[in-house]
């Protein structure tokens, strides 16, 4: 007999909270569509488990040492038994000759599964925090029965077989000779209760597949493959059951002119060889719209010039940004004509004739970072 409270986690002294907690953590880590078809079985083990020790009947039957979820394999637990528990034992198999009563009626009403959906996001977004429509493919309640299966929301009626015991009692041939034991009635499957005229939409479940558009918010800040969660955004449960959760992978899509570092966004300009030499005044296009920024006099390849407080919205903080970082690549020009030609031979003469070789080293040398451009300057001023 499978250990339902090793399957959920708990302890045999655990309160109802603490089972329905557990279940509901153990259901999200094995559910099919979030840990992936390889862990139904496991998912299965966890519903089972939770079916049993939700019900105070099929609990006190489990403890008793009698599995109702395999009422024919009956047997005993490991721990021992006393009179009570013999009472349990022998009212599973002899119709409640010894007090112990049966399983009890399976309830229509289920909790719904959580359910799994992305959602693809751009870069501003992120930045400052917005909403993102996800469209998702699953159960939902029926509008025209309102979950109770029934045509016109009627309420189920009362199995004739059973009596409303959800279970029916037979005997069968054991080696200690006849026996009483009990079933699931095959007419209401267990439910004790039938729906003489079940809606036409949802064959009685309470319940239709449906396809609906989500209003997702993100909150500014949020990084690449995080999770989101919306309660109860999930899937209806049978007989028209609470809603499980939506969870939503968020995806961040790719910017044309920015990339993103932490809460710092990178960008690369390009600008001629003579603005790097004496410095200009220019524009760029940000998500703040656009900004000025200034090449200062003699800039070198690869420097930044950094504008504070225009990049990511810093998670859960009170709107505090990081900053929009940019990069300076500087053209150099691959055809001269011979008046700037001239020019630079003359600079060279004027400036570089005596060198002999490449300095080399593992870090730049000092006062290096805007020697040739400042000497360019120099002589062209």
Not at 141 to 160: N, R, Y
Not at 258 to 265: A, E, V
Not at 298 to 322: A, F, I, M, W, Y
Request: glycine letters at 14%; aromatic letters at 6%; one cysteine or more.
């Amino acid at each position: 007999m499978a250990d339902y409270y090793e399957v959920l986690g708990v302890d045999r002294s655990a309160s109802d909270d603490d089972i329905k907690k557990a279940y509901r953590k153990m259901s999200r880590k094995y559910h099919p569509d979030l840990a992936g078809p390889e862990f139904e079985e496991q998912y299965k083990e966890v519903n089972n488990a939770y079916e049993v020790l939700s019900d105070p009947e099929k609990r006190r039957m489990y403890d008793a040492g009698v599995d109702p979820n395999n009422p024919n394999a009956g047997g005993f637990s490991g721990g021992g038994f006393g009179m009570g528990d013999m009472g349990d034992i022998f009212g599973q198999f002899f119709g409640g000759a010894f007090g112990g009563g049966g399983q009890g009626p399976i309830p229509r009403t289920q909790p719904g599964r959580d359910a799994l959906a992305s959602a693809s996001v751009d870069l501003k977004t992120v930045v400052f925090g917005g909403t993102a429509h996800v469209k998702i493919n699953t159960f939902g309640l029926c509008q025209e029965c309102g979950g109770s299966g029934a045509v016109g929301g009627a309420q189920p009626a009362t199995c004739p077989d059973c009596h409303g015991q959800g279970y029916m009692q037979k005997v069968v041939r054991t080696m200690l000779g006849q026996m009483m034991t009990s079933a699931p009635c095959e007419r209401c499957e267990g439910h004790g209760t039938i729906i003489p005229n079940p809606c036409p939409s949802c064959m009685g479940h309470g319940r239709v597949r449906t396809t609906r558009t989500v209003g997702v918010t993100i909150p500014a800040g949020i990084s690449d493959n995080s999770r989101l969660r919306l309660a109860n955004q999930g899937e209806v449960g049978e007989g028209g059951g609470a809603a499980g959760d939506l969870y939503i992978d968020v995806r961040i899509k790719a910017d044309k002119q920015y990339t993103r570092n932490g809460d710092d966004l990178h960008c690369w300009i390009q600008v001629p060889m003579t603005w790097a030499v004496l410095g200009h005044d220019l524009q760029i296009e940000t998500f703040d719209g656009t900004q000025n920024v200034t090449i200062p006099a003699g800039c070198q390849p690869e420097d930044t010039v950094t504008l504070k407080g225009l990049g990511v919205t810093r998670l859960r903080s009170n709107g505090e940004r990081g900053d929009l970082v940019a990069h300076v690549a500087v053209r150099i020009p691959t055809k001269l004509s011979d008046e700037e030609r001239d020019l630079i031979e003359r600079f060279e003469a004027s400036h570089d004739a005596d060198a002999t070789h490449v300095a080399q080293s593992s870090r730049p040398a000092a006062g290096a970072k805007k020697g040739f451009f400042s000497k360019l300057k120099d002589a062209l001023s």
